[in-house]
């Protein structure tokens, strides 16, 4: 008790400065609005710097534990992705008449004029030539050769790929050709003139060239080309899909694929 007297007397003046000054303050903050708004902002500034430097160390303390949580989503897309490519079960849809087989792109087209796709699985996988090939659910090419791992695919993005489709759901019917240039831009030769659309309109495809189904989308309708004077005209039309970052496939084949295919060739001459 006699030190802490001893301190206090030593520092008799400082302690009387500072309680004077406290005493000062407050006065000044309960009777001027102008000095309690300053007080005010500074206080709040202060606490909000403090907060902030607080909320900046919880998130330093806590990326340990987002960074296993990534970790752990990783490992499970990479599961799903490997359970993807090495699927080997075909799905059926007995009410659309086709089933569908899971599959990976290994190489896809680079947008030049005749570039091909090389997808799995291969005949190993009970793949076949002529079946169609979709990306997310849009129409992504065909298969045209054979490995018994790889498949040889050709794709929409291919100036030798010619496809049967119509102009809507109920519209007219006519080939869909890309000519090497512009990887968005696709063109649909030879439409009736009479045929009515507008910008927008989805293009599926028809059925008629026995590669997919009835109604798989492949685009939309960009514009009509310039008038050549006959009786048909040419629509372009965007691709749904970027073909050049395709990774996931799909193979898919008609039920009945082998009897449509003999009844679909044409009768021996007489």
Not at 122 to 135: F, K, P
Not at 155 to 167: K, Q, V
Not at 222 to 244: H, M, R
Request: hydrophobic content about 40%; aromatic content about 8%.
């Amino acid at each position: 008790m006699r030190n802490l007297w001893l301190l206090l007397q030593r520092n008799a003046f400082f302690l009387a400065f500072a309680g004077l000054l406290v005493l000062s303050l407050m006065v000044l903050v309960q009777n001027d609005g102008s000095a309690r708004s300053s007080w005010f902002r500074a206080t709040g500034g202060v606490a909000a710097l403090v907060e902030d430097q607080q909320q900046q160390w919880a998130n330093y303390l806590r990326l340990a534990e987002q960074n296993s949580d990534l970790a752990a989503q990783n490992a499970e897309l990479r599961e799903q992705l490997l359970s993807m490519r090495t699927s080997s079960e075909w799905q059926t849809d007995p009410d659309l008449g086709w089933k569908v087989k899971k599959g990976w792109l290994v190489k896809a087209p680079d947008g030049q004029p005749r570039s091909m796709a090389l997808g799995t699985p291969g005949a190993n996988g009970d793949i076949r030539i002529q079946s169609g090939v979709l990306a997310f659910g849009s129409a992504f090419g065909s298969v045209v050769d054979l490995g018994q791992e790889h498949v040889r695919i050709l794709p929409l993005l291919n100036t030798a790929g010619t496809w049967s489709c119509r102009l809507g759901q109920n519209g007219a019917v006519a080939p869909l050709t890309w000519d090497g240039r512009d990887p968005n831009r696709f063109s649909l030769n030879d439409v009736p003139r009479y045929a009515q659309f507008q910008a927008g309109d989805t293009v599926f495809t028809s059925g008629y060239d026995l590669k997919f189904p009835e109604g798989i989308s492949v685009g939309t309708v960009i514009e009509e080309g310039p008038a050549s004077g006959s009786e048909f005209k040419t629509v372009y039309v965007a691709p749904l899909l970027d073909l050049t970052s395709v990774r996931h496939i799909e193979f898919i084949r008609n039920i009945s694929d082998s009897e449509r295919t003999v009844l679909a060739q044409p009768l021996p001459a007489p």
